[in-house]
């Protein structure tokens, strides 16, 4: 386990080395948008994602039965992290007005049609979790 974790650390190090060696050319400038958007993001997560997720874990926790929990949770974490990906083209950063084959696609109808998906999915893996008249007799 210690060569393993050896090698986690030394990758990672070697890794966020060869970050810091791609920013070399980086002007005073691109380090401050840099910087800012890093401090901008740890900012967005502690005042806003992380309590929101508490909050919706709480209301989850007193409205769903416990089989359903963990669907739900499972659910919400795919819809999240996929929503974030994507923000970029949700947001239209990126589109240029010169080049209509760039951002050109519905993207918020994609991630309407994704976020029904996984719901549907959590639905049906829900509804299968349900207990069986057999089971609900058994109590």
């Known amino acids: 386990m210690r060569l393993v974790r050896a090698l986690l650390l030394l990758t990672g190090v070697g890794f966020g080395l060869w970050g810091v060696w791609l920013m070399r050319d980086f002007t005073s400038e691109q380090l401050v948008s840099m910087g800012t958007w890093l401090a901008g993001g740890v900012i967005l997560h502690d005042a806003v994602i992380a ?10 926790a007193r ?34 007005p010169d080049n209509d084959t760039v951002l050109h696609r519905p993207y918020g109808l994609s991630w309407i049609v994704l976020t029904l998906v996984i719901a549907a999915i959590a639905a049906a ?9 057999v089971q609900r007799r058994s109590r």
């Open 51 to 60: 309590p929101v997720t508490v909050v919706l874990g709480v209301v989850a």
């Open 63 to 96: 409205l769903l039965p416990g089989r359903t929990r963990s669907v739900a949770a499972i659910a919400f974490l795919v819809w999240a992290t996929l929503t974030v990906a994507f923000l970029n083209v949700l947001s239209g950063q990126g589109g240029k």
């Open 125 to 133: 893996v829900a509804y299968r979790r349900r207990p069986t008249a």
